[in-house]
């Protein structure tokens, strides 16, 4: 039903089979067979995976009819990161704001540690 | 079908209606009946667009019966943008290699530039 660009790309992303195979590009080229073998599959269920990933253009095909490796193409994955760029200060925010958090339960500890060995001069003294 | 938390993430962005949701909760909290505004669509639908969000974790909804603003939850994207993060170096090198190619063209294009002009010159000397 999605026919625009970035949602074909994250429908194809959201399949584990379909990282994995992607995962296994980024060492090079591959025939079907070996892209099968990691995975417990059949070569056509693993084919119709690489139909959705060919479709959204995340890889392509050699042409040779019996030999036809998949490499990665990585452009519509520059798309989705780019999509992404946006929220980064969202998350990045929280994580100020845990550091923030964090930040201040040390310096709590630390002045308890403080009080704790004056706390103990005061007793020694 | 999809279980593991990456893939319920990208399914989740694969529709353009909840990406714009996400988009609208960059500029703070709404309920639903103000996220439904920009759309022609019914409540009904957003509805189920936003109980697909937060099943994904990526936003999260108050407790109050009548009011129940939704608030954008980054951690899913950062984790999304982990996953892209392995994949940057193969859009990175195709944009080294156009640059490359453009470099070339343009010295390619220099060099003939100075070409004529050195013809020009030999005809005019």
Redesign the interface.
């Known amino acids: 039903m999605?026919t625009?660009t970035?949602?074909?790309?994250?429908?194809a992303?959201?399949?584990?089979t379909r990282?994995a195979i992607?995962?296994r590009l980024?060492s090079g080229e591959a025939s079907v067979t070996e892209l099968a073998q990691p995975f417990e599959m059949t070569l056509p269920a693993v084919s119709k995976h690489l139909k959705v990933l060919e479709r959204a253009g995340l890889i392509a095909r050699g042409r040779e009819a019996q030999w036809r490796p998949c490499r990665?193409k990585?452009?519509p994955?520059?798309d989705?990161?780019d999509?992404?760029e946006?929220?980064?200060r969202?998350?990045e925010e929280?994580f100020d704001r845990l550091d923030e958090y964090l930040g201040e339960i040390q310096k709590r500890e630390k002045k308890q540690g403080h009080n704790t060995s004056q706390e103990k001069e005061d007793k020694d003294g």
Chains 1, 2 share one sequence.
């Open positions: 999605t625009d970035l949602s074909t790309t994250f429908a992303l959201a399949d584990p990282r992607l995962a980024t990665l990585a452009g994955l520059k989705a990161d999509w992404l946006r929220y980064r969202f998350w929280s």
